[in-house]
């Protein structure tokens, strides 16, 4: 499942992102694959956000002189990224990316939390059920019934999990930004950040 135009390392631009899967039940259910887009996404966002910061920087435009070879220069100063070129990314590319995750995460939360029908696994236990004798006479533990977790709980749990690392991957992200940038200031969250984003209409 491929979810981005291009990568940092193959272009040496930042990547662009792409919408999320379409949201079904089906989807939200299939947890491999809820997990593998929410996986490949922070991958390709948070866990390289350094890389894909430094493919924002401005290339030196000063010639080679070859003098320096021989003499002493003091170190070069970091490489700042120019202030535009950082809230186009976090405006393009970061609230985007955050945005359809957490869009995923509320609507797969929404079907965790209502009625399953259709769940294959309940359908069979009650097809069992109907066929099971209860005869506590021969077996003790024929009356009683231990009922699995349906698979709406397990997507709940999903749900839960993956928040607390949505939580963990943004705030270490938004360190990073904060770090390399330094536009936001000190005071605003990410949180803060996201939901201005958000009020702003995504501008």
């Known amino acids: 499942m491929r979810l981005y135009r291009q990568d940092t390392a193959s272009t040496g631009s930042p990547p662009t992102k792409l919408?999320?899967?379409p949201?079904?039940?089906q989807f939200c259910f299939n947890t491999r694959a809820l997990?593998?887009?929410l996986r490949t996404s922070?991958?390709?966002i948070d866990d390289t956000i350094n890389q894909n910061l430094?493919?924002?920087v401005t290339p030196a435009s000063q010639k080679f002189d070859p003098s320096i070879t021989v003499r002493r220069v003091p170190p070069p100063?970091?490489?700042t990224i120019e202030p535009e070129k950082c809230k186009a990314f976090t405006k393009n590319v970061l609230m985007p990316s955050w945005q359809s995750r957490s869009d995923v995460l509320a609507y797969c939360a929404s079907v965790a939390t209502s009625d399953d029908p259709d769940d294959p696994d309940i359908l069979a236990e009650r097809a069992a059920d109907r066929e099971r004798i209860v005869d506590e006479r021969l077996d003790p533990y024929s009356g009683r019934f231990f009922p699995r977790a349906t698979r709406t709980e397990a997507l709940a749990q999903v749900i839960r999990n993956e928040r607390m690392v949505e939580n963990i991957v943004r705030d270490r992200t938004w360190r990073v930004v904060n770090e390399r940038c330094g536009?936001?200031?000190a005071s605003e969250s990410w949180q803060e950040v996201l939901d201005a984003?958000?009020?702003s209409g995504g501008k």
């Open 23 to 25: 949201l079904t039940p």
């Open 35 to 37: 997990k593998d887009f």
């Open 77 to 79: 100063a970091s490489k």
């Open 19 to 21: 919408d999320h899967p």
């Open 54 to 56: 430094n493919a924002l």
């Open 183 to 185: 536009y936001f200031g």
């Open 197 to 199: 984003w958000q009020k």
């Open 42 to 44: 922070r991958a390709t």
